[in-house]
């Protein structure tokens, strides 16, 4: 497993943009896929977005593409995701994490597929 750390959030209004960043420490996300996903109380934890660990191939929910982009930098050991025309319903705790290196990731991959995992990080869309 890896240590997995986000920042970024906040409070912003319809139609602004956050970048989320997840640092990863004790062991580097070379070769290790990683994606995001986000929680809201009451409903289970919905995938939002993956990059393979080359970071050729990403994957998006149907409900944030075109509006977010996920990118890798393993020589800073981070993972973004850039989030632009935010929504009210895009309000939620969003968390990254890890799976193991050289594992494959698909659309709609599942929690249970990630081994490490960040505590997350808020982010509010409200006027």
């Known amino acids: 497993q890896v240590q997995l750390a986000e920042s970024g959030g906040g409070l912003v209004q319809p139609g602004d943009s956050l970048r989320l960043s997840c640092v990863a420490s004790?062991?580097?996300?070379?070769?290790?896929?990683t994606g995001w996903f986000r929680h809201t109380p009451g409903k289970d934890r919905e995938f939002v977005a993956a990059i393979s660990w080359s970071g050729v191939t990403k994957y998006y929910a149907d409900s944030v593409k075109g509006r977010f982009t996920i990118s890798r930098d393993d020589v800073k050991n981070t993972v973004y995701l850039q989030m632009n025309s935010l929504k009210p319903e895009d309000t939620a705790v969003y968390f990254c994490?890890?799976?193991?290196?050289?594992?494959?990731?698909?659309?709609?991959?599942?929690?249970?597929?990630?081994?490490?995992w960040g505590q997350g990080t808020q982010v509010t869309v409200s006027s």
């Open positions: 994490a890890a799976k193991p290196p050289t594992s494959t990731v698909r659309a709609g991959t599942s929690p249970s597929d990630f081994d490490s």
């Open positions: 004790g062991r580097t996300i070379n070769s290790r896929p």
